[in-house]
């Protein structure tokens, strides 16, 4: 009956939309492909790409490891893998809580996991006078997982978790927990001076052993995402028909949650929190494949990178020799995006 | 007159408790704040005192200091709270507050400007509900002129803030740690330094939006048909949407002048007035102002006086005050049964 | 400015109406006279524009070409709330607001007859009482109208379109989701309206026999153009639904009232409508 009701004219739209889905990964690949290629070659520092690719295959011994070389090996190769690998866990992370609220607008901010290791962090620099990325990790991910778990728990009741309650308390947690973070800042200059620079957003100044503690929980959270997807398009048709198509509503959102904390929890405790992508992400790859999960997952893994990297170049480029936090470039850049992709879905 | 049936009468007799019992902690707020500090006086004192009477140092102290403060909190919360609850409304999505429609982002915007350029700070309420009302205008001339639709404005509001914001940020990174403090102050939604021409402009604004927020109720009740009953009805969707949304902006723009934009009053009296006092009405719409002025006021008295360091701004406590009462309802209440009493 | 030189027979027109969703045309050059003081059934397939007509004949949305006219005047020039004074419409998915209960939201339905400052009147109240007697939703007044069953709250509904006291109603598909009691019971109510109240009813139906049992005038649509217009009895033929609706039929005398009743022949592909 539904089928009836669609007007013929959909039919041109939806072959336009399969030949759209195949292409498009190779395109998106192609993308990210360029946007690594950027990220190693571009900074204050611009090095052609023969030298850059002299220096990751290492043929460069002839000479000697040169400066430039340690720029690409020291420096912009950590920062690439932490952009794929953060981006990746955002763009997913939000795919998955805007799935799981079926609210467009939630993302691993909404849901209180920024708010809570942003807190966490800035508690330890202001009583244990932390001062390097690599020391927060530990706290941002605690930080993170106790907000969301705290969200969740209130969200739940009788079994039930209610999709509007949980992004209510993450939203209200996240309030709290953001006032107290100003607070602190301004009780404490040191603090609010080590902090700014965190709170913003960043991928400098971190090395790959900032990735080991928080890698098994990405891979977790991914391999969790990608499990939960089919249900949650089960999940859009609302909790009733859903529960008919035999999908355990309640267990796939609280995997599903589970799923959110721990990506977000880790790109969190790598770059600080970065908004937007995680927002916009979805968003993006949901206007050209379609709101199936199981194409927007996968899409998200390739998006999120695509965007962080983008903007971590862009903001190594803008203000040379000086650079720009990937945070704020992410949010100057997601704005325009945000607004162009309201617009196209109106029409 | 005609005889109400027995739920009404009860519903309207509870939202009248609620807002006697609202009243009654704004005035006991509003003496408490009025006479207590440094110089602390009986509520009596400073009650004479605020209109000029008794001994002309307490005069000074409460009519100088304490009151254009107070008014401010609870003219701020009263405009943060009903423009929170009209948004919710028209974009019937619970989690709506200043932020979507590019308010807060503006009024940081434009305060914090306003701070790196040094002018003199009797100039950021103005600088505040400059930034505000020219994002929040500058957002509806594009949902104008593309058409988008409600659910999407969300989303472009929500664009719109995000730049701002990342604009107050850029400038928090980048300023000297003494300005960033100051700045970050700001934003975070203060009341210090309160002036009493600020409380007469804004209150007065803010009392004749909230009336013409309270002669739009009907037209708000009948916008919750939804597009196709209320055109029906007479009523041209579209443009009543715009009007009440015009008068959310002044609200949270006008707030964000007097109080900087404290974070969360919008937000969560909507919710916990709907938890209290069921669906809304407009003795319900009375009841969000009351809550909202009393939650501001109630936050920004223990920041000034119970808290241990000194100095901290009022948004850093409203959402440390306000969320145990949300939370607790909000788990105390399946959502379906919100709405009988 | 809209006084009518006419008197008001409620007779809703359309000259050579076209609408349209963004670029796509869904009705096209109707020619249409809905008679005044009738129960007037639109039928005809999904997607032949039957909802989107009854949009554009209350101005929630405008017309790509041609005009709508109530009486003479041109719908689409009146004042919003002049017309809400004479047409009321019940939407096929009305949006219940979370939580309200059934009398307040029969008193929305007093809307366009308040002024912006006018307190509730006696009249208001006696409209509302009047909406919900009829609709036998009285003693379900301070029930919220999100717990009520599938029937009750089509009921409720009416009584707001009731309460909106014109003489006009025009309901789309005021019948879906309801089980044959409540459909007949919704039917009959209509019919009440018409024949003790003299209301002009315009409805959107799916059941043929139901619109030809309960409707004067009948409308049946195709691809958003007119396939034929007239009293049942006069233009439901089985060469018209096998045209229209294609499908194989018979077209007999209703053994209850005589009206023509659709039998689909047997081993035909059936129609996967209600």
Not at chain 3, 75 to 101: F, K, S
Request: charged share 15%; with cysteine.
């Amino acid at each position: 009956m539904l089928r009836n009701d669609l007007p013929a004219s959909t039919a041109p739209a939806q072959r336009s939309l399969t030949v759209r889905q195949s292409l498009l990964p190779a395109v998106g690949l192609c993308v990210l492909v360029l946007c690594i290629a950027l990220s190693l070659a571009l900074g204050s520092r611009p090095l052609p790409l023969s030298t850059v690719l002299d220096a990751l295959l290492g043929s460069g011994a002839g000479h000697g490891r040169d400066a430039d070389a340690d720029v690409v090996t020291g420096l912009r190769v950590p920062r690439t893998i932490i952009g794929l690998v953060v981006g990746a866990a955002l763009g997913v992370a939000g795919a998955v809580a805007q799935g799981i609220t079926r609210n467009p607008l939630a993302s691993p901010t909404t849901l209180g996991i920024n708010a809570g290791a942003s807190f966490a962090v800035v508690t330890a620099i202001y009583a244990l006078h932390l001062t390097r990325p690599v020391e927060y990790v530990w706290f941002a991910i605690a930080g993170a997982a106790a907000t969301a778990l705290a969200a969740q728990a209130m969200a739940r009741r009788a079994g039930d978790l209610d999709p509007t309650r949980l992004a209510l308390g993450g939203t209200v947690l996240a309030a709290v927990l953001t006032s107290w973070t100003s607070a602190l800042m301004l009780t404490s200059r040191r603090t609010l001076d080590e902090a700014r620079f965190w709170l913003a957003g960043s991928l400098a100044g971190r090395g790959l052993d900032v990735l080991t503690p928080v890698l098994p929980l990405i891979v977790l959270g991914l391999a969790l995402a990608f499990a939960v997807a089919p249900a949650l398009n089960a999940l859009a048709l609302g909790d009733e028909s859903a529960q008919a198509l035999g999908v355990p509503v309640t267990r796939i959102r609280v995997l599903g949650g589970l799923a959110v904390v721990l990506l977000a929890a880790g790109a969190v405790a790598v770059a600080g929190p970065v908004a937007f992508v995680g927002l916009a992400a979805p968003h993006l790859v949901r206007l050209v494949l379609g709101p199936d999960h199981r194409r927007l997952l996968p899409g998200c893994l390739i998006a999120g990178p695509i965007l962080l990297l983008a903007a971590d170049v862009l903001g190594r480029v803008v203000v040379r020799p000086s650079e720009l936090e990937v945070g704020i470039v992410t949010a100057f850049l997601g704005a325009p995006l945000l607004a162009v992709l309201a617009r196209r879905a109106a029409r | 007159m005609t005889v109400l049936p027995v739920a009404r009468r009860a519903a309207r007799h509870r939202t009248l408790l609620l807002c006697a019992a609202a009243l009654a902690a704004l005035v006991a707020l509003t003496a408490l704040g009025l006479s207590s500090g440094q110089a602390s006086m009986p509520a009596g004192t400073a009650l004479r005192a605020l209109v000029g009477l008794g001994d002309p140092g307490d005069v000074l102290v409460v009519q100088q200091f304490r009151a254009p403060r107070v008014f401010a909190a609870l003219i701020a919360g009263a405009a943060l709270a009903v423009s929170g609850s009209l948004l919710q409304r028209l974009f019937r999505n619970p989690l709506a507050s200043p932020d979507v429609v590019g308010v807060t982002g503006g009024a940081s915007f434009g305060a914090v400007l306003l701070l790196a350029t040094g002018a003199s700070q009797l100039l950021t309420p103005l600088a505040a509900l400059g930034g505000g009302l020219l994002a929040a205008l500058a957002l509806g001339a594009f949902a104008r002129r593309s058409r988008v639709a409600v659910g999407s404005l969300v989303l472009v509001g929500l664009a719109v803030q995000a730049g701002l914001a990342a604009a107050v940020n850029l400038m928090i990174v980048r300023f000297p740690a003494e300005l960033a403090s100051s700045a970050l102050q700001w934003t975070t939604g203060s009341l210090y330094g309160s002036t009493w021409p600020e409380v007469w402009a804004g209150g007065g604004a803010v009392a004749a939006v909230l009336t013409a927020a309270f002669l739009h109720s009907r037209r708000l009740s009948v916008l919750d048909l939804g597009e196709e009953s209320a055109g029906a009805l007479g009523l041209t969707p579209a443009r009543a949407r715009l009007h009440l949304l015009l008068l959310t902006i002044a609200l949270a723009s006008l707030a964000a002048a007097l109080s900087g934009p404290v974070g969360f009053v919008a937000l969560a009296v909507p919710h916990l007035v709907r938890f209290l006092a069921g669906p809304p009405t407009p003795a319900t719409l009375a009841l969000t102002a009351l809550t909202g002025g009393v939650l501001l006021l109630g936050a920004d008295l223990i920041v000034l006086h119970l808290l241990p360091v000194h100095g901290l701004p009022v948004g850093a406590m409203t959402a440390t005050l306000g969320a145990p009462w949300l939370l607790v309802l909000m788990i105390r209440r399946p959502a379906a049964d919100r709405s009988t009493p | 400015m809209t006084t009518l030189a006419t008197a008001t027979r409620n007779e809703l027109a359309t000259h050579r109406l076209a609408l349209r969703y963004g670029s796509r045309t869904v009705v096209d050059g109707l020619d249409l006279t809905l008679p005044g003081g009738a129960v007037t059934a639109i039928v005809g397939p999904n997607a032949c524009g039957k909802s989107t007509l009854l949009r554009g004949l209350t101005r929630l949305l405008d017309p790509a070409a041609g005009t709508v006219t109530l009486d003479g005047s041109d719908v689409h020039r009146m004042p919003a709330r002049t017309l809400a004074r004479r047409m009321g419409l019940l939407p096929q998915q009305p949006v219940t607001p979370e939580a309200i209960t059934v009398e307040s939201l029969v008193r929305l339905g007093r809307y366009p007859h308040q002024r912006m400052l006018s307190p509730w009147s006696a009249a208001d109240q006696a409209a509302v009482e009047e909406a919900l007697t009829r609709t036998g939703t009285a003693e379900l007044r301070d029930q919220p109208v999100d717990r009520l069953s599938g029937g009750q709250r089509q009921r409720a509904w009416i009584a707001l379109t009731l309460a909106q006291d014109t003489e006009l109603l025009l309901l789309d598909e005021p019948t879906t989701f309801l089980d044959l009691r409540h459909q007949l019971e919704v039917l009959d109510l209509v019919a009440e309206l018409n024949t003790d109240a003299g209301r002009t009813v315009v409805m959107v139906l799916h059941d043929l026999g139901q619109a030809a049992r309960y409707a004067d005038h009948l409308v049946v649509l195709h691809e958003g153009r007119l396939a034929a217009a007239g009293p049942p009895a006069e233009v439901l033929d089985a060469a018209l639904v096998e045209a229209v609706f294609e499908v194989p039929c018979q077209v007999v005398p209703d053994p209850e009232t005589g009206t023509p009743l659709v039998v689909p022949r047997a081993r035909a592909r059936r129609p996967t409508t209600h």
